[in-house]
């Protein structure tokens, strides 16, 4: 083999290796972010939303319910489209979660990544770079915790005394003294998880108060990483005209009910799917038995072949509102080395929306 053709043969060998290996950069295991609950200038941000906040999020961590992320009006319009909302507002409202423009945001949810991801895009968005994923979101951080362990051993001892209580109230004769004490001991278990809910990782009640200073530079918003209704209709022109040859690919992250129309959400005013897109559902993307927020690069990109999405096309998401399960898909696609990936961030909200654009059903 002459020097020019081992030349090539290496550099494809360097690039195949390249996109192999992706973007790992993005993620942030349990055991990693445990570490760093509680450390200045980091923020752990919760895409769920407040309710589910209430219940249970990550100790110190603020609320940023993802769907609230892409800012549209009653009819899906979108006033600084593509942008998830324009850089004021989004300054103030970053701001008033205590992150600054050198904060690490750890984006997270339950575990399943839709929310987590759409927390992750809307700051990649922004152009700010330091920023990860909770692989397993708050369901990892609570099986690692050692104080959770310590929680769930009273918990279990409680409900066995509980139990031997209830037994004991049904007992004939009655043993007045046992009960008595199985009614202390009930008491004193309360008490001890009350105690010990202080120590835990995973806490409930409301978010905190906070504000910091956060600044975003027009100059570094990420538009290769957004995408406007303008570019989905020129996308989807390409691919009705060229079908499978077509430099693009639109995947649509929802369920079948949505996507034949048979199920709306909020105020959209047509059901259905952007026509030429591929239904590529984001539960194809999760780990539910691991309880991880991805599955791994092996399954992943299996998906991914079997559904025809390949690297040498440019590639858009969308969903309801662009910010969660379509960013599922791309932030796959990016842990996959896929080198042209875009959100679009006006999705089905958009539209649907739209009576001059076409729809499939």
């Not at 997270?108 to 700010?128: E, I, L, M």
């Not at 009705?240 to 959400?265: C, F, H, P, Q, W």
């Amino acid at each position: 083999m002459n020097k020019w053709l081992k030349g090539i043969s290496l550099a494809a060998i360097l690039a195949f290796n390249a996109q192999a290996t992706g973007n790992d950069d993005i993620l942030i295991s349990a055991e990693e972010a445990i570490k760093l609950i509680g450390k200045p200038n980091v923020m752990f941000a919760m895409g769920d939303n407040p309710d589910v906040y209430e219940l249970g999020h990550i100790k110190g961590s603020v609320e940023m319910g993802a769907h609230h992320l892409h800012h549209a009006d009653i009819v899906g319009h979108m006033h600084c489209a593509p942008l998830f909302m324009c850089p004021e507002e989004a300054e103030e409202y970053i701001s008033s979660k205590g992150i600054s423009n050198d904060t690490l945001v750890i984006a997270y949810d339950d575990f399943r990544g839709p929310n987590a991801t759409g927390v992750y895009a809307y700051f990649k968005s922004f152009g700010h770079k330091n920023v990860k994923v909770l692989n397993g979101g708050r369901s990892a951080i609570k099986a690692i915790d050692p104080e959770q362990k310590i929680y769930d051993e009273i918990k279990a001892e409680k409900k066995v005394n509980k139990k031997a209580l209830k037994k004991a109230k049904k007992a004939e004769p009655k043993n007045d003294a046992l009960i008595a004490e199985l009614k202390a001991k009930d008491k004193e278990f309360k008490k001890k998880l009350k105690a010990q809910e202080k120590n835990l990782l995973i806490q409930k009640g409301k978010e905190p108060e906070l504000n910091a200073k956060y600044h975003i530079d027009p100059k570094k918003i990420d538009y290769d990483y957004i995408a406007s209704k303008e570019e989905m209709v020129h996308a989807v022109q390409d691919i009705l005209a060229n079908g499978d040859d077509s430099k693009y690919i639109v995947i649509d992250s929802r369920g079948m009910t949505e996507i034949i129309g048979e199920r709306k959400l909020d105020n959209v005013a047509r059901g259905g799917h952007i026509p030429g897109s591929t239904f590529l559902e984001w539960k194809n993307i999760t780990d539910f038995e691991k309880r991880l927020s991805f599955k791994s690069k092996e399954e992943m990109q299996k998906v991914f072949d079997k559904y025809g999405v390949t690297k040498d096309k440019t590639i858009y998401a969308y969903c309801h509102v662009g910010a969660g399960r379509s960013t599922e898909i791309i932030a796959a696609l990016e842990l996959l080395g896929y080198p042209n990936l875009k959100v679009y961030t006006g999705s089905w909200d958009e539209w649907g929306n739209d009576m001059n654009l076409p729809i499939r059903r």
